[in-house]
């Protein structure tokens, strides 16, 4: 396996490879020497690139794990498909569902195992969440609620992409929202989405740094309603003037990150993981217990390599991938119109043109 990317996603999955006994980490690339005597000093033996077509050209390499900037995901992506090799991409899986479907199609008409990278799903919670889940313990699941909502947490990265619509396809939506949103979609079982309707806005530009490029979303709220008549509420900001029943956080000041699925026998609470049961009338309120250690990234690879070896489907799946993209789309094209949004009879063929603020609303206003 290779690495394309070698900041600090680039080292967890690095990491997880390196814990994986079906795998072996034999090459990494980056365009900046600094990263890679950083890396050759964490994983000797490894060779490194500054040039990943280089990487991806070598046949000893049979899958890559790219970690790049969220416009490259996508031609990466499909250069390395092309190559022969298995991909596991970082989150966002593209900019936009227009990009995941020609990536998923690729990775078929080759026979090659895509995945997009959501170690969430393979926490020791999530992973008991959906045990409890598929026991049948909640019943019918009609309601999820789900947020990641921080008060001062506005990312700027190298060369600040992170809030370059162009670099990034969106702003707090795709960064942190793409986890609240697959988070609660996931425990639900991933029920075909039908609907959005959805506001986002950009309200805190002085929390950027002075002169630079701003037109992403800084927060954004929405509804899904799924094929299977459940519904989703969606909270995410990046930065918000939140009350004092927010947790304090070391980074971002305050910061909730919550997930509540709520059934007719029962509803679950990610975190702290908590069951909310119903006997003979009763309310009933039921802590879990589970382990800590964080081996989300070490059980995704795990299950990435394990697709590879037996030709089979990852958990993380590139139909999926198209799904959640288009749910982020008719995320951002809901604001934009001022209406709800049909997935199923509307795709957006380029939403990330909706993304930016237009030019004559002012800031502060909402994008729709």
Known sequence: MGVIGLGWPGIRHSEAVRKCADARLCAAADLDESRRKEYQDLFPGTKVFSDYKEMIADNEIDAVIICLPNFLHSPVTLEALRAGKHVLCEKPPALHAAEMREIRDEAARRSLVYAFGRQMRFTESMRAAREIIDSGRLGEIYYA???????????????????????????????????????????????????????????????VPKGAKFD?????????????????????????????????????????????????????????????????????????????????????????????????????????????????????????????????????????????????????????
């Open 145 to 207: 609620r789900s947020s990641w909502v921080r008060s001062r947490g506005i990312p700027v990265g190298i060369g600040n992409w992170f809030i370059d619509r162009e670099k990034a396809g969106g702003g707090a939506i795709i960064d942190i929202g793409i986890h609240a949103l697959d988070s609660a979609w996931y425990l639900m079982g991933n029920p075909d989405p039908t609907t959005v309707s959805a506001s986002v806005s950009t309200r805190f530009r002085n929390h």
């Open 216 to 368: 992403v979303d800084d927060s954004g709220f929405a509804f899904l309603r799924f094929g299977n008549g459940a519904v989703m509420q969606l909270e995410v900001t990046w930065a918000g003037n939140l009350t004092d029943d927010i947790p304090e956080s070391d980074l971002w000041q305050r910061e909730r990150i919550s997930t509540v699925i709520y059934g007719e026998k029962a509803s679950l609470r990610l975190d702290p993981l908590t069951l909310f049961e119903d006997r003979d009338g009763e309310l009933v309120d039921i802590p879990i217990e589970v382990e800590t250690g964080g081996r989300g990234f070490r059980r995704q690879m795990e299950d990435f390599v394990g697709a590879i070896l037996l030709s089979g489907e990852p958990t993380n799946n590139a139909e999926q991938a198209v799904e959640l993209m288009e749910m982020l789309d008719a995320i951002y094209e809901s604001s934009a119109r001022g209406r709800e949004i049909v997935i199923a009879a509307e795709p957006v063929a380029e939403p990330a043109s909706n993304r930016a603020m237009p030019t004559a609303v002012a800031e502060g206003e909402s994008f729709g």
